[in-house]
C-alpha cells in the first residue's frame, strides 16, 4: 500500500517537479524505440496514481489506456485531472483477462508490497500481456538510498538488477532493457540519505516540496543527460530508480 496522503503532493508537483520531469523523459526514452506507430492499441497503467502519466501514453500512442489504482485517492484524482475512468484494483489481482493488453505499465509499485511477496503481482502483469507485448516497469532501487521519504510513502523493498531479472527471467520473459537510473546525482543521495537525515533525526517526510528557482533546474539536468545516454543504448552501473523494459514470449 502507498501513503494516500503523498496523492495532494505529487498532484501538486508531478507536472513541473524535476524528478518526475526527468524520470517521465527518460521513460519515453527507453519506451519510444520499441512502439513504431500504431504498435499498441490496448494499454494497461498499472497503479496510475494521479493518471498523469496515464494521460501522457494515451497522448503519446494514440493508444486506449486502462487505468487502475488500488487506493481511492489516486482514483479521485485521476478522474478530475484526467477526465479519465479508472478502476480500484490491486496488481496482485488484476480484472483481466488474460494477454488482454501490448503494453502493460507499472511505475514504482512493487517496492510496496513486502520483500518476498513481489513475484504473485508480478506474474499478474505478466499475465495480462498479450504474447509479443510489452511490460515496462519501474522499481527504487538499492537499499542504500533507502530515505525518509521512502519511509513516509510505506515503501517496503528496493530492488537490485538482480533480483528484478530473476523475476523476469522466472515468468519467461525476453529482456530487451535492464538498467539504473537516476545515477549522476547518487553521491548527492548517498550524502543526504545516509549521513545528513540520520544525523540530523529528521522524521519521515515527503520530499516533493517546493525548490529555489535555481535548484529545480540544476537537479534536473543530469537526468537529461541520462536521458541522452539511455536514447543512446548506454546503460548504468547503479542508481536510485531501475528500468525493466522485457517482451512477452
Given amino acids: 500500500m502507498f501513503n494516500p496522503s503523498d496523492f495532494a503532493n505529487i498532484a501538486r508537483t508531478e507536472e513541473s517537479f524535476w524528478w518526475f520531469r526527468g524520470m517521465r523523459e527518460i521513460s519515453f526514452a527507453l519506451l519510444d524505440p520499441r ?17 498523469h502519466f496515464a494521460s501522457l501514453l494515451r497522448q503519446r500512442y494514440d493508444a486506449a489506456v486502462v487505468a487502475i489504482d488500488l487506493e481511492w485517492e489516486g482514483i479521485r484524482y485521476c478522474r478530475e485531472r484526467h477526465s479519465a475512468l479508472p478502476a480500484q484494483a490491486s496488481i496482485a489481482a488484476l480484472p483481466f483477462p488474460d494477454g488482454a493488453f501490448d503494453l502493460v505499465t507499472n511505475m514504482d509499485v512493487l517496492v510496496h508490497f513486502p520483500e518476498g511477496q513481489e513475484g504473485a503481482p508480478f506474474a499478474e502483469l505478466v499475465r495480462v500481456v498479450r504474447p509479443g507485448g510489452l511490460l515496462f516497469l519501474r522499481t527504487a532501487a538499492l537499499p542504500i538510498f533507502r530515505s525518509r521519504h521512502s519511509v513516509f510513502t510505506w515503501e517496503r523493498q528496493r530492488f537490485t538488477r538482480r533480483r528484478l531479472a ?29 549521513l545528513w537525515e ?52
Fill in 198 to 249: 540520520p544525523l540530523t533525526r529528521q522524521p519521515p517526510a515527503s520530499g516533493l516540496v517546493p525548490l529555489p528557482g535555481w535548484l529545480d533546474p540544476l537537479l534536473y539536468a543530469p537526468l537529461a543527460l541520462e536521458r541522452w545516454w539511455l536514447a543512446q543504448g548506454g546503460g548504468f552501473p547503479w542508481g536510485q530508480s531501475l528500468y525493466l523494459l522485457a517482451r512477452k514470449g
Fill in 166 to 194: 530473476a523475476l523476469a527471467r522466472a515468468n519467461h520473459l525476453e529482456i530487451l532493457r535492464l538498467t539504473y537510473a537516476n545515477f549522476l546525482l547518487t553521491p548527492l543521495a548517498f550524502v543526504k540519505f545516509r
Fill in 35 to 51: 512502439i513504431p506507430a500504431g504498435r499498441v492499441r490496448q494499454v494497461l497503467e498499472a497503479g496510475c496514481g494521479t493518471g
